[in-house]
């Protein structure tokens, strides 16, 4: 499977391509949508996009853990984790990707 990475410039290009808006129009969209998106997890709001998926903040306590190559025991703080969940639709696209190559 070749790996490739989509960048910001990659959206913005399929902005352009797709809605007919000028190059700077496109990036400023998308740079808008992925900002709007980063604040309402910043403020612990789920973000759910019809057809994709959906994102949202965890809390997780402090635990032990344990370092792998001393063993030493070291606690690991308790924090914020981003978890997102793939839409069915978008489960069901991938697999059907999958079966079809």
Same mark, same amino acid.
């Given at each position: 499977?070749?790996?490739?990475?989509?960048?910001? $410039? &990659? +959206?913005? #290009?399929? @902005?352009?391509? =797709?809605?007919?808006l000028?190059?700077?129009?496109? $990036? &400023? +969209?998308? #740079?808008? @949508?992925?900002? =709007?998106?980063?604040?309402?997890?910043?403020?612990g709001?789920?973000?759910?996009?019809?057809?994709?998926?959906?994102?949202?903040?965890r809390?997780?306590g402090q635990r032990?853990?344990?370092?792998?190559?001393?063993?030493?025991e070291?606690?690991?703080?308790p924090?914020r984790?981003?978890?997102?969940?793939?839409s069915?639709?978008?489960?069901?696209?991938i697999?059907?990707?999958?079966?079809?190559?």
């Amino acid at each position: 499977m070749a790996e490739a990475t989509i960048t910001r $410039a &990659d +959206l913005s #290009e399929a @902005v352009y391509q =797709e809605v007919g808006l000028s190059r700077n129009e496109s $990036a &400023d +969209l998308v #740079e808008t @949508v992925l900002n =709007e998106i980063s604040s309402a997890l910043v403020r612990g709001e789920m973000v759910k996009l019809s057809s994709f998926g959906s994102f949202s903040v965890r809390q997780k306590g402090q635990r032990i853990g344990r370092n792998p190559k001393t063993g030493e025991e070291v606690p690991i703080l308790p924090r914020r984790v981003l978890v997102f969940r793939a839409s069915h639709v978008l489960k069901n696209r991938i697999n059907k990707t999958l079966s079809s190559s």
